[in-house]
């Protein structure tokens, strides 16, 4: 079977091609995401082994707008926010989960508040969509959901923008983006790039283990676009966070790619 990679099975010939092309970027001066808590063999694996995030992180280097310093604390909550997101998404055992507290709770836009049992029954996708319009997003199975954007898109990276407040409580910005080459509900992308912008709180321990997780953005927006019925355009330059009534996003140049940029 091919190995397991971000968001379910990758050919091991597309994971080694990322995996040079990753290793050219990084000669030069590209820093590559640093997932922590993947080494412990006794990890329940959700797929039977630790996952490979190379073609992830590939499309993360390539397309990200920011380079923070290493050591900053947007660096420092990206790493975080990715390593829980690795965990929430294939480590079948919550209790191994190290990015949380054993009372930690997660919500997004004042919806629901979800337990850390109650949050891998249920999925990522499913709690952040939780208060979404039935006809906009309707609760799949953990499989379903993930099989369903695996199918939009091969990789769905994410950035920290910035961070306003550091610990014990973070509060940041953040950007999602894909590649739209597949298909959403039987609507075929065609290439076009979807974005989505929010906002995170996140309370931490000293050593920054998560205790809430809130996060704040406009998920109808983004799947309108994948069910073209709005156009990506709309999604840029974080419209759906910052709205439409500021003339500069008018004339707004888009942000070079990381990957055409050296880095800082």
Not at 8 to 16: H, I, N, T, V
Not at 128 to 143: F, K, N, Q, V
Not at 217 to 225: D, G, I, N, R
Request: aromatic share 12%; proline share 6%; with cysteine.
């Amino acid at each position: 079977s091919n190995p397991t990679g971000a968001h379910g099975p990758q050919s091991a010939d597309e994971l080694m091609a990322a995996r040079q092309e990753l290793n050219e970027l990084i000669k030069k001066g590209f820093r590559e995401p640093k997932r922590s808590f993947m080494s412990d063999p006794e990890t329940k694996w959700r797929f039977g082994e630790p996952p490979s995030y190379d073609v992830a992180n590939l499309e993360y280097m390539k397309g990200k707008s920011k380079n923070h310093p290493e050591g900053s604390w947007e660096q420092i909550v990206e790493d975080l926010v990715k390593t829980w997101e690795m965990e929430a998404s294939h480590k079948a055992d919550i209790n191994q989960w190290k990015t949380i507290t054993p009372d930690w709770t997660i919500s997004a836009n004042g919806w629901k508040s979800y337990t850390k049992e109650e949050a891998i029954a249920s999925g990522n996708y499913n709690l952040l969509m939780a208060g979404c319009p039935r006809d906009a997003w309707s609760p799949l199975s953990w499989e379903e959901t993930h099989k369903t954007f695996r199918g939009a898109f091969t990789a769905f990276p994410w950035e920290v923008l910035e961070v306003f407040s550091g610990p014990p409580k973070v509060v940041f910005t953040w950007r999602h983006w894909a590649t739209f080459s597949g298909s959403y509900k039987g609507n075929k992308g065609t290439g076009e790039m979807v974005e989505m912008y929010g906002m995170g709180v996140a309370e931490v321990t000293d050593d920054l283990q998560l205790r809430t997780t809130d996060i704040y953005y406009k998920p109808q927006e983004f799947l309108a676009v994948l069910e073209g019925k709005k156009d990506a355009s709309d999604l840029k330059y974080g419209r759906a966070l910052v709205g439409t009534g500021c003339p500069i996003l008018g004339h707004q140049k888009p942000a070079a790619g990381a990957a055409d940029a050296a880095p800082k």
